[in-house]
């Protein structure tokens, strides 16, 4: 899986996704999807328990999710629902060989991947889940950003999309608001790196070279050979990604609320991947 799917504008809308020979196209806001066989690396069906939706899954360019949405009234009018669909793109899967279409490309060294990734570069092939606001909200965010009164202080709360380690983000937010900044200029100032991040923060990045992960200890990066799975963990009413390494050791947690999506479909979504590309 070395490229995007194609992306253009649909000239006319069209309720259901299409399944040929070649692959499954769909559309979703205005934009009509199309990914052959060998693209797609998973489907899941969301909520497991009574699934309304079908996420096939599929590499997009960053930001857009990486996924085609299907619900029951977009299903094709020889598949009778969601299951069959589902059943019929892993049969699909099954035939292409998908695993036999690795990168076209020398993949990075993890320290190469973890440079762009930081820097906010383009990954060839990378996907993004969405992200989410965080622990708290944005009433909270609001609040650490009136706080900070510094552009320090957002670097502390917004510099490091990959953190997931709110405390930490807030003890750096009061030092940069120490520096004695004036309010009202660094709140300006703020507001306009914070609009600007917020529309590319990254919890979780996916690519053929391996992958990189906002844990609270801060952003650290695996090759797909040092990963041993992706789970949900919970401890009370609290959720989180949880990720391990080959060895069954613990990498971290992320809290769900770092993630724009249901986290049962972040999971699905790293485990697909990451069985396509594990040595």
Same mark, same amino acid.
């Given at each position: ?70 619900? $029951? =009234? ?77 552009? =320090? ?6 510099? =490091? ?52 992960? =906002? ?46 999506? $249901? ?17």
């Amino acid at each position: 899986m070395s490229d995007w799917i194609r992306e253009e504008r649909a000239e006319a809308r069209t309720k259901s996704v299409t399944l040929t020979p070649e692959g499954i196209a769909g559309q979703e806001r205005g934009q009509r999807l199309e990914a052959r066989w060998d693209q797609v690396f998973g489907v899941a069906l969301m909520p497991v328990e009574k699934p309304t939706t079908a996420f096939v899954l599929v590499p997009r360019r960053p930001p857009a999710a990486p996924w085609i949405t299907v619900g $029951p =009234g977009d299903l094709p009018e020889d598949v009778p629902d969601l299951a069959s669909l589902a059943e019929r793109v892993r049969a699909r899967m099954a035939q292409s060989g998908y695993r036999d279409r690795g990168p076209t490309r020398p993949l990075l060294p993890p320290e190469q991947l973890m440079e762009r990734v930081l820097a906010r570069a383009e990954v060839p092939g990378a996907l993004e889940v969405p992200v989410g606001t965080g622990p708290g909200g944005w009433w909270r965010r609001g609040l650490d950003l009136l706080a900070a009164g510094s552009a =320090g202080g957002l670097l502390g709360l917004y510099g =490091g999309a990959l953190s997931g380690s709110a405390a930490l983000a807030i003890l750096v937010a009061g030092a940069g608001a120490a520096a004695g900044a004036s309010v009202p200029v660094a709140f300006a100032r703020n507001w306009r790196s914070f609009r600007g991040r917020t529309r590319r923060a990254r919890v979780l990045v996916l690519a053929p070279d391996g992958c990189v992960v =906002g844990l609270p200890t801060g952003p650290e990066v695996f090759a797909w050979s040092q990963i041993g799975g992706f789970r949900v963990a919970e401890v009370g009413a609290a959720r989180s990604l949880e990720v391990t390494r080959t060895d069954g050791t613990l990498a971290g947690n992320i809290d769900e609320a770092w993630f724009g999506a $249901p986290l049962p479909l972040i999971v699905a979504v790293a485990e697909a991947y990451a069985a396509r590309h594990s040595p």
